[in-house]
């Protein structure tokens, strides 16, 4: 064992399946995620909109909106504390026995196996959060430098006054005057909110750092600024980081490793390197198909075809299927197999089957 | 995220089905159901009234030998202080409150609905005048307002018909005009403007049928103020007179004789209550059904 | 700020300007002759004559009107035609009963509308939710008057709790309050309720619960102020009604307010009283919105700078 694996992964969310279960549909949220971020790493999980992307960083928080959403099965640890574990047999045969076989609406398929209490202490102090909507993400009715130090005095024992010192110093510290605190968010621009949302979630230093879509809201040269300065404050923390995105650019900017995930599951991962230049799956090819190219100017964008699938459904074959241009019959009725073509670089899809993991689902 | 393509009206692609939709929707809701059902069967008892019931005897005439008389088998509401039969009485005045009711509201919403679309449409100083004759009819608490109105006019049905509209016609002048405002300028009515529609089709092709869904909800529980206000007219002695049983001059009656004869006041109060209940519940699944965003 | 107070200020006098004027209008339009109504059946021609010139009820209506405007400013709202007295003292003599009245009906309904609206929107589509918001249903439905009527049966006439009517003892204003304040205590409930469910959904809740903030410290801090904001708006159109209603509830209990004065009044055919009666409460009415308005400034920073 090196050095690496002995510290527990930053993150370690499998077959994660989270459910949003209507009055009369269900949506399938997140089909058997598996993600992975080691200690100090930055990880980009990468796909369309209605993928599961927030879906997935949500349920880290355990902040999954419930009702209506329910998370069916699967494990989520952060830095080696397990926060949902699946039922064990006679764990599953209890709620049986209490609710009966019927699909119980609040029926959870997985045990907390932390407190509330403790879901608290870790939110804001261990695992932060960044959300995708500055403009709505700050309460508008709260000065920035009370939002900043609520989440200081809530997690240390800090007077009032230190609290908001110390959020004036993380206003500075992402490029805001520390006069303005007192100002409302309304009286900040996109960019300037999303720094305040960057200084709150960092003002404990958290150990891991979930950032959904951080930059997709603001203009293009703002959003560069504030990658910048996430990246420095990162490395000066050695946070671990969750970066989810649907621009590729992006990810080759901060991240260290690449999940792409599709219709709820992950359908590549493996380090920057493995996923641009060893492209495996037909679907991270599509994603790279239709980006611009600079050194190119005469090759023309080749969109994926199609929609997202229908959330509502569950695929029994591979959900990209009807977009792809190599699927084939298999690929429509059965389950993609694994492969790993490295230790670390995998893909669940029908195209490797031949060279695919004897064992199956073998965990990334 | 609600309205994907700007360029067409919410709902524009499933045209069709929106009615059904809502119906459907509607048809869930038990509790707004319940409340229609109440109103059909209210209406119907209203309209067929005279099959069951001798106007004449049960509002007019009087029996003292069985004044007062508790509720009972043959009076199920029982009998007032001059021997009528108050379930008679209670179906005839049923007639009273809903006719009143819907013509005032009825009237107040043409009335109302023209001044909110010019008012919005137009804007500038038609709007202005519009919306400051609004302000002074609102600033006037609205029971005050029917108070005074009806007893300058004096207590007629007509009268209290006017009194009554007036009280609504600022609220629907100003929801119809937000209403319109808020998709005068949406994007699919500008386009519909960019290819050439003319005004008046644009007000019925793409502004009316988006505002109609605040106007049925309003509608509604308008009805179920106004009737309530009725009630309130006549028990205070301003709205409808004897012998006409009104509910709210049937209270008013009963109230003499409470101490013994609680039934008097209690039972056409519980009709009132009801009636409005299932405006309410009507109003609010409505309200629900149109925008299921807000449940 | 106070600019903006000065400047809402302002715009309430053409709009009072406008009330008297409707009033004063349709008040005229009442049938029958004002002198001969003072003077009774047995009253000849030139008697009437000679007091409708004394009163200026032979010049025209604008003319009138103009006198009118100009006592008023002067804080003076004529003399009631019935008992000769001056307006203003009558309705300042019951002014006092009416305030102590609505008063007591708001608060009695705000302190038990907002935890009820909020407690159902926390615990959404819950038993919780139901039964208060079954509760609010039946409250908004339930007319006033017959409410009071209900009241006095039960507390007053069959348990012997309350007075039935009167206005001497502190007991006496309970029932009226709770049956003026009921309806707008369900109406304020309802509007709580649906201002907190949708500013829960905002998305500055879900990040104040990723800084590790239990649900009552998310709720009170965060979605409170918030939510307020439509509220108040309703609270101020609702303290309107209970203006309004107070005449009912006046009436059923006998309380010595401006409520009762006016439907005295209204049916002596006493303008001058009718008028002043209406006035007062427009102002208050005004006042009272005027005040949430300013509430809405404390609430709201984005209102603040607005105004700056």
Same mark, same amino acid.
């Given at each position: 064992?090196?050095?690496?694996?002995?510290?527990?992964?930053?993150?370690?969310?499998?077959?994660l399946?989270?459910?949003?279960?209507?009055?009369?549909?269900?949506?399938?949220?997140?089909?058997?995620?598996?993600?992975?971020?080691?200690?100090?790493?930055?990880?980009g999980? !990468?796909?369309?909109?209605?993928?599961?992307?927030?879906?997935?960083?949500?349920?880290?928080?355990g902040?999954v909106?419930?009702?209506?959403?329910?998370?069916?099965?699967?494990?989520?640890?952060?830095?080696?504390?397990?926060?949902?574990?699946?039922?064990?047999?006679?764990?599953?045969?209890?709620?049986?026995?209490?609710?009966?076989?019927?699909?119980?609406?609040f029926?959870?398929?997985?045990?907390?196996?932390?407190?509330e209490?403790?879901?608290?202490?870790?939110?804001?102090?261990?695992?932060?959060?960044?959300?995708?909507?500055?403009?709505t993400?700050?309460?508008?009715?709260i000065? !920035?430098e009370?939002?900043?130090?609520?989440?200081i005095?809530?997690?240390?024992?800090?007077?009032g006054?230190?609290?908001?010192?110390?959020?004036?110093?993380?206003?500075?510290?992402?490029?805001?005057?520390?006069?303005?605190?007192?100002?409302?968010?309304?009286?900040?621009?996109?960019?300037?909110k999303?720094r305040?949302?960057?200084?709150?979630?960092?003002?404990?230093?958290?150990?891991?750092?979930?950032?959904?879509?951080?930059?997709?809201?603001?203009?293009?040269?703002?959003?560069?600024?504030?990658?910048?300065?996430?990246?420095?404050?990162?490395?000066?923390?050695?946070t671990?980081?969750?970066?989810i995105?649907?621009?590729?650019?992006?990810?080759?900017?901060i991240?260290?490793?690449?999940?792409?995930?599709?219709?709820?599951?992950?359908?590549?991962h493996?380090?920057l390197?493995d996923?641009?230049?060893?492209?495996?799956?037909p679907?991270?090819?599509?994603?790279?198909?239709?980006?611009?190219?600079?050194?190119?100017?005469?090759?023309?964008l080749k969109?994926?075809?199609?929609?997202?699938?229908?959330?509502?459904?569950?695929?029994?074959?591979?959900?990209?299927?009807?977009?792809?241009?190599?699927?084939?019959?298999?690929?429509?009725?059965?389950?993609?197999?694994?492969?790993?073509?490295?230790?670390?670089?995998?893909?669940?899809?029908?195209?490797?089957?031949?060279?695919?993991?004897?064992?199956?689902?073998?965990?990334? | 995220?609600r309205?994907?393509?700007?360029?067409?009206?919410?709902?524009?692609?499933?045209?069709k089905?929106?009615?059904?939709?809502?119906w459907?929707?509607l048809?869930?809701?038990?509790a707004?159901?319940?409340?229609?059902?109440?109103?059909?069967?209210?209406?119907?008892?209203?309209?067929?009234?005279?099959?069951?019931?001798?106007?004449?005897?049960?509002?007019?005439?009087?029996?003292?030998?069985?004044?007062?008389?508790?509720?009972?088998?043959?009076?199920?509401?029982?009998t007032?202080?001059?021997?009528?039969?108050?379930?008679a009485r209670?179906?005839f005045?049923s007639?009273?409150?809903?006719?009143?009711?819907?013509a005032?509201?009825?009237?107040?919403l043409?009335?109302?609905?023209?001044?909110?679309?010019?008012?919005?449409?137009?804007?500038?100083?038609?709007d202005n005048?519009?919306?400051?004759?609004?302000d002074?009819?609102?600033?006037?608490?609205m029971?005050?307002?029917?108070?005074?109105?009806?007893?300058a006019?004096g207590?007629?049905?007509?009268?209290?018909?006017?009194a009554?509209?007036?009280?609504?016609?600022?609220?629907?002048?100003?929801?119809?005009?937000s209403?319109?405002?808020?998709?005068r300028d949406a994007?699919?009515?500008?386009?519909a403007?960019?290819?050439?529609?003319?005004?008046?089709?644009?007000?019925?092709?793409?502004?009316?049928?988006?505002?109609?869904?605040?106007?049925?909800?309003?509608?509604?529980?308008?009805?179920?103020?106004?009737?309530?206000?009725i009630?309130a007219?006549?028990?205070?002695g301003?709205?409808?007179?004897?012998?006409r049983?009104?509910?709210?001059?049937?209270?008013?009656g009963?109230?003499?004789?409470?101490?013994?004869s609680?039934?008097l006041a209690?039972?056409?109060?519980?009709?009132i209550m009801?009636?409005?209940?299932?405006?309410?519940?009507?109003?609010?699944?409505?309200?629900?059904?149109?925008?299921?965003?807000l449940? | 700020?106070?600019?903006?107070?000065?400047?809402?200020?302002?715009?309430?006098?053409?709009?009072?300007?406008?009330?008297?004027?409707?009033?004063?209008?349709?008040?005229?339009?009442?049938?029958?002759?004002?002198?001969?109504?003072i003077?009774g059946?047995?009253?000849?021609?030139?008697?009437?004559?000679?007091?409708e010139?004394?009163?200026?009820?032979?010049?025209?209506?604008?003319v009138?009107?103009?006198?009118?405007?100009?006592?008023?400013?002067? &804080?003076?709202? &004529?003399?009631?035609y019935?008992?000769?007295?001056?307006?203003?003292?009558? %309705?300042?003599?019951?002014?006092p009963?009416?305030?102590?009245?609505?008063?007591?009906?708001?608060?009695?309904?705000?302190? /038990? +509308? /907002?935890?009820?609206?909020?407690? +159902?929107?926390?615990?959404?589509?819950t038993?919780?939710?139901?039964?208060?918001?079954?509760?609010?249903?039946?409250?908004?439905?339930?007319? %006033?008057f017959?409410?009071?009527?209900?009241?006095?049966?039960?507390? +007053?006439?069959?348990l012997?709790?309350?007075?039935?009517?009167g206005?001497?003892?502190?007991?006496?204003?309970?029932?009226?309050?709770?049956?003026?304040?009921?309806?707008?205590?369900?109406?304020?409930?309802?509007?709580?309720?649906?201002?907190?469910?949708?500013t829960?959904?905002?998305?500055?809740?879900?990040?104040?619960?990723?800084? &590790?903030?239990?649900?009552?410290?998310?709720?009170?801090?965060?979605?409170?102020?918030?939510?307020?904001?439509?509220?108040i708006?309703?609270?101020?159109?609702?303290?309107?009604?209970? /203006?309004?209603?107070s005449? /009912?509830?006046?009436?059923?209990?006998?309380?010595?307010?401006?409520g009762?004065?006016?439907?005295?009044?209204i049916?002596?055919?006493?303008?001058?009283t009718?008028?002043?009666?209406?006035?007062?409460?427009?102002?208050?009415?005004?006042?009272?919105?005027?005040?949430?308005d300013?509430?809405?400034?404390?609430?709201?920073?984005?209102?603040?700078?607005?105004?700056?």
């Amino acid at each position: 064992m090196t050095e690496k694996e002995k510290t527990p992964p930053a993150l370690w969310i499998r077959d994660l399946s989270v459910e949003f279960r209507g009055r009369n549909s269900t949506v399938y949220a997140l089909s058997g995620l598996n993600l992975k971020i080691n200690k100090g790493e930055t990880l980009g999980l !990468v796909g369309e909109t209605g993928a599961g992307k927030t879906t997935a960083g949500l349920s880290v928080l355990g902040l999954v909106a419930s009702p209506p959403g329910v998370i069916t099965g699967g494990s989520i640890s952060v830095a080696g504390k397990e926060i949902i574990a699946p039922l064990t047999g006679d764990e599953a045969e209890l709620v049986r026995k209490r609710w009966g076989e019927k699909k119980h609406r609040f029926d959870p398929g997985v045990k907390r196996c932390v407190s509330e209490e403790e879901m608290m202490e870790m939110r804001g102090r261990h695992v932060s959060m960044i959300f995708q909507d500055p403009m709505t993400s700050l309460n508008p009715v709260i000065t !920035v430098e009370k939002q900043i130090s609520e989440v200081i005095s809530k997690h240390t024992d800090v007077s009032g006054s230190e609290a908001l010192r110390r959020a004036g110093d993380m206003l500075e510290l992402v490029g805001i005057p520390r006069s303005r605190g007192k100002e409302y968010p309304h009286q900040f621009s996109g960019g300037m909110k999303q720094r305040v949302v960057i200084a709150m979630a960092l003002a404990l230093s958290p150990e891991l750092l979930i950032a959904d879509e951080p930059t997709t809201a603001l203009d293009v040269t703002i959003q560069a600024q504030v990658l910048d300065m996430m990246k420095k404050l990162r490395d000066e923390n050695r946070t671990s980081m969750l970066m989810i995105t649907h621009d590729l650019g992006i990810v080759a900017d901060i991240c260290d490793r690449v999940s792409v995930i599709y219709a709820g599951r992950v359908v590549e991962h493996g380090t920057l390197s493995d996923v641009f230049d060893h492209t495996l799956h037909p679907y991270t090819k599509g994603l790279f198909a239709s980006l611009p190219d600079l050194e190119n100017r005469e090759t023309r964008l080749k969109p994926i075809r199609g929609l997202m699938p229908d959330p509502s459904i569950r695929y029994t074959g591979c959900p990209f299927a009807d977009r792809c241009d190599e699927a084939s019959e298999v690929c429509r009725k059965e389950a993609p197999p694994v492969y790993h073509r490295t230790e670390d670089h995998m893909t669940v899809c029908h195209l490797y089957r031949d060279k695919a993991d004897k064992k199956g689902m073998r965990e990334t | 995220m609600r309205n994907e393509n700007p360029q067409l009206p919410p709902g524009a692609e499933k045209k069709k089905s929106r009615f059904g939709d809502t119906w459907k929707r509607l048809a869930e809701n038990k509790a707004a159901m319940a409340g229609l059902f109440f109103l059909l069967f209210l209406i119907f008892m209203a309209l067929t009234a005279d099959l069951f019931f001798d106007y004449q005897k049960s509002c007019v005439d009087l029996n003292i030998a069985s004044r007062l008389q508790w509720p009972s088998a043959e009076h199920w509401f029982g009998t007032d202080e001059f021997g009528r039969d108050m379930f008679a009485r209670v179906v005839f005045g049923s007639r009273i409150s809903l006719s009143i009711g819907f013509a005032a509201v009825a009237f107040g919403l043409f009335i109302g609905g023209i001044m909110g679309a010019v008012s919005g449409y137009f804007g500038g100083a038609i709007d202005n005048i519009i919306m400051r004759l609004c302000d002074i009819f609102l600033a006037v608490p609205m029971m005050l307002m029917a108070i005074v109105i009806v007893a300058a006019l004096g207590t007629s049905i007509l009268n209290l018909v006017i009194a009554l509209a007036i009280s609504c016609v600022p609220i629907f002048a100003r929801i119809v005009r937000s209403a319109v405002l808020s998709v005068r300028d949406a994007e699919y009515v500008e386009a519909a403007r960019a290819i050439g529609g003319k005004t008046g089709h644009i007000i019925f092709r793409y502004i009316l049928p988006n505002c109609i869904g605040p106007i049925i909800v309003q509608t509604t529980l308008r009805i179920a103020a106004t009737i309530s206000n009725i009630a309130a007219l006549s028990f205070i002695g301003l709205g409808v007179q004897a012998p006409r049983p009104e509910w709210g001059a049937l209270l008013s009656g009963g109230r003499n004789f409470i101490r013994d004869s609680s039934y008097l006041a209690t039972i056409p109060g519980i009709c009132i209550m009801l009636t409005i209940l299932s405006l309410n519940l009507l109003g609010d699944g409505l309200r629900d059904a149109l925008d299921p965003r807000l449940r | 700020m106070a600019k903006y107070i000065i400047k809402r200020i302002l715009y309430l006098i053409p709009v009072l300007i406008g009330v008297t004027l409707l009033v004063f209008f349709i008040m005229h339009l009442a049938p029958g002759n004002v002198a001969q109504i003072i003077l009774g059946d047995n009253a000849t021609p030139d008697q009437i004559a000679q007091l409708e010139k004394e009163m200026g009820l032979d010049q025209p209506v604008i003319v009138q009107y103009f006198r009118y405007l100009t006592g008023l400013l002067h &804080g003076n709202l &004529g003399n009631s035609y019935t008992t000769g007295a001056s307006v203003t003292s009558e %309705i300042m003599a019951r002014f006092p009963y009416t305030i102590r009245l609505t008063v007591v009906a708001a608060v009695f309904s705000v302190i /038990l +509308a /907002l935890p009820l609206g909020i407690l +159902a929107a926390v615990r959404q589509n819950t038993w919780v939710d139901s039964v208060s918001m079954i509760f609010s249903l039946i409250g908004v439905s339930m007319p %006033i008057f017959w409410l009071a009527l209900m009241l006095i049966l039960i507390f +007053a006439l069959k348990l012997g709790w309350f007075p039935v009517y009167g206005a001497d003892s502190f007991k006496s204003i309970i029932l009226p309050a709770v049956s003026l304040g009921f309806m707008n205590m369900a109406s304020i409930a309802r509007t709580t309720r649906s201002a907190m469910v949708e500013t829960i959904r905002q998305d500055y809740i879900r990040t104040a619960y990723s800084k &590790g903030l239990s649900e009552r410290e998310v709720i009170m801090r965060h979605a409170f102020r918030n939510g307020m904001l439509p509220t108040i708006t309703v609270i101020g159109l609702e303290i309107g009604q209970m /203006l309004g209603g107070s005449v /009912l509830t006046e009436t059923v209990f006998a309380w010595p307010g401006v409520g009762r004065l006016m439907i005295q009044a209204i049916n002596g055919r006493d303008t001058p009283t009718v008028m002043g009666c209406i006035i007062l409460m427009t102002v208050c009415f005004a006042l009272v919105n005027l005040a949430v308005d300013l509430l809405y400034g404390v609430f709201d920073p984005r209102v603040r700078t607005m105004y700056r």
